[in-house]
């Protein structure tokens, strides 16, 4: 394998590991908004101390989402404009409900009047549950493959069908999949992050949630194996198979440190690695295709199709080696600077 | 209906809506940036409650920038997916580091800084400012070179009929796009100077915290005599590189259609409301002036609409309109903020004549969205001059009444959160310094 060969792949790979990094942060943001109505529904105070948890954290957490999407654009230009076109409405209503979270998250605390505040945190947790299950919902339809054919005359991918194509059950299924596992992982983060009575509350809802999301987990990967052509690539290269191993053992660690050792940070640093295993084992999955289409052979679009020139992918590689590490220092740096446990002081 | 020019009717509006956040974003965090400092230097709490009193505005404002910035790095898929293929291998790579390198930097000390007044010390508070002010200038001059290469593509060559990367150092010192970036960065300095100046002046005139506003208003004073008068030595050279670059563009904001030498600038002209050729009215010409605005000479020559082929022709009143408007209100800022930076001193004092400041807050948005105008119309047919056309940079799977349906919920939902922060962030320009700001709690 010469260089031009293997970087679409590093790229694809690298394009993976951002998309599990954007879930692993944003996944507790997401969780723990859904969880402020549900969690703080008596008290100001607790839904207030709740978006202080994820304030100084939900733009960068973000921020991986703006970069993976960047980097699909950069590296994968083609797969890029066939993605996005093709899940025209549904990734507007991704950018809405993106909108909404951010705009309500900062602009909840400019005025202090307890209607104002209930108005902006039930936006926050509705656009919170829409992204959650929109992007469970797109990335099981790019396991399972889109309904794409190439068209010559277009020179160009087109999606055949309507958006009702998207919601057959394995992907409806994945949509739940993703609401459970930010729910459990916001759980966690919280009960991490906070005392009092408000932890204890955090740590039960932890609890409750935890089996529902295992069981649908196994559902759901049990369903990748068979409705998504995923297993393809595990069952040529079986080695392969040791990451949805981990993916799984390192979920059920997560349980068994929440349950047996009642240890929240340890339990959520294996929910955190779930979380990015899972990506990952879907990305792999899918190899070489960035986008596999269900329709035929023609239709998938490759990363060597899809891909850049090897001189962009080259520089970006160089700009990724030295920022990526860099921004994966500072922002731990910065957690640990303003992560500090929130006393309920009342 | 015509799915491109819906989509072209959502890509204004989101542009033009999230340009309403961001030059504010750029200045105010300087401005922050240097009352901070003046703190941490002194010891001074006034500072303090500069830094603060400064950066509730700015925090409303930077989170409306961040959101509607997302809207644009998805619709270059959504709704331009053939130009999204066509140029990823450039422009994409472009935003992919604007992301890395600034926003990453931008959204994680902002939070440090929103939340950190009592978390971290001083000197790591007044970083996390300083970081958040130049990311917002890394992210401009990266996002305006991404543009520069749509104004005028350099360092690419066409293979399998797409754009692809052949020298990312020509792609990087694109003269367009330095250009733009200093006038726009300028622009950015300039507004925020003149509102804080009248933001300031509202308090002035009510006779309140009379010793707080006018130190704000000294600052306000300098950004704006600084970069009004830089703003027009950049703008001139912008300007000549457009002449340069973009002859159609440079004709439409003159409204030129004979080329010629020694070309005049006439201080009355009025084109046609359509597409027809030559102006309804010219009157009182400057000999020769075109020709120095051109090229600093008073011989060169300057191309008229004429030898521009129709079909590569943009539509010529609205881009002369807006740019006119645009010079003339840059002429008022240069007058204002000189004369106001000689008798800043007494500002206090000025009484009815503080209203000049209040009135005058909107008119740099409105100069700064009609130099945008003058760009992005300027450059149609084109999506990239020259290679592209807007015509052909749509996305085949996407049909007219999806676009219809996701710009009205735009509309909508714009509608709603910038009025929000609109009323809060006004709320927030009257209230009180003195009292202490409830940050986050």
Known sequence: MDWQSILPAVWFVVWGVLWGIYFVLDGYDLGIAMWVPLLGASSEKERATMHQVTGPFWDGNEVWLITAGGVTFAAFPLAYAVLFSSLYSPLMILLYCLILRGVCSELRFQWDNITYRMVCDGLIALSSLVAAVLLGVAFSNLFRGLPLEFDAGQNFFMFQGNILNLLHPYCLLGGVLFVLMFLVHGALYLCWRVEGDLKNKAFYMATMTWPVFMLVFLVYVALTFTFAGLYVNYLSVPPLLALPLLCAVLFILSGFELYKKKNVARSLLFSCGGILTLTLTGVIGMYPNVIPSRLSEAGNLTIGTAASSTLTLTIMLVVALICVPLVIYYQIWAHKKMAVTIKADY | ?441
């Not at chain 2, 084109?382 to 996305?395: I, Q, Y």
């Open chain 2, 1 to 441: 209906m015509d799915p491109i020019i819906l989509s072209r009717l959502q890509f204004a509006f989101a542009t033009i809506v999230h340009f309403f956040f961001v030059p504010l974003t750029i200045g105010l965090g300087f401005f922050i940036a240097i009352m901070e400092t003046r703190y941490v230097r002194t010891g001074n709490e006034k500072f303090k409650q500069q830094a603060q009193f400064w950066g509730r505005i700015f925090l409303i404002n930077f989170v409306l920038g961040v959101v509607t910035g997302i809207a644009l790095e998805f619709q270059f898929g959504t709704n331009w997916a053939l130009y999204s293929k066509y140029v990823g291998d450039i422009f994409g790579s472009l935003l992919a580091i604007e992301a890395t390198l600034a926003f990453f930097l931008e959204s994680t000390f902002i939070g440090i800084w929103a939340f950190g007044w009592n978390r971290v010390p001083k000197k790591i508070h007044l970083m996390a400012i300083w970081f958040v002010a130049f990311a917002s200038t890394i992210s401009a001059l990266w996002i305006l070179l991404a543009n520069g290469f749509m104004q005028h593509p350099v360092g690419y060559t066409i293979q399998d009929s797409v754009a692809r990367l052949a020298s990312f150092t020509e792609v990087l010192t694109n003269p367009y796009g330095w250009a733009m970036y200093l006038h726009t960065v300028s622009g950015a300095f300039l507004l925020t100077g003149f509102l804080v100046m009248g933001v300031s002046a509202w308090h002035l005139f009510c006779g309140r915290n009379v010793e707080f506003f006018s130190a704000s208003f000294r600052l306000g004073s300098s950004f704006a005599v600084i970069f009004s008068i830089l703003i027009i030595i950049i703008g001139h050279s912008l300007g000549q590189v457009t002449a340069k670059y973009q002859e159609s563009k440079f004709a439409a904001m003159e409204s030129v259609w004979e080329t010629q030498t020694e070309a005049p600038m006439h201080l009355i002209k009025i084109p046609h409301f359509t597409r027809e050729e030559g102006n309804l009215v010219e009157a009182m010409p400057i000999p020769k002036f075109l020709s120095f605005l051109a090229g600093n000479d008073f011989q060169h020559k300057v191309t008229g609409m004429k030898d521009v082929p129709p079909e590569n022709r943009p539509l010529v009143w609205p881009i002369f309109y807006s740019f006119r408007l645009m010079v003339g209100l840059g002429c008022i800022f240069l007058v204002v903020a000189v004369a106001t930076f000689f008798v800043r001193g007494m500002i206090a004092s000025f009484g009815w004549g503080l209203w000049v400041y209040i009135l005058l807050i909107p008119l740099p948005y409105l100069a700064l969205q009609l130099g945008w105008i003058v760009t992005e119309l300027g450059r149609q047919p084109w999506v990239v001059f020259g290679l592209m056309r807007t015509a052909d940079a749509g996305s085949p799977p996407v049909d007219w009444y999806q676009i219809l349906l996701t710009l009205l919920a735009m509309i909508g939902i714009y509608g709603v959160i910038s009025l929000t922060g609109f009323i809060l962030m006004i709320r927030s320009a009257l209230s009180n310094p003195q009292k202490p700001v409830e940050h986050y709690v």
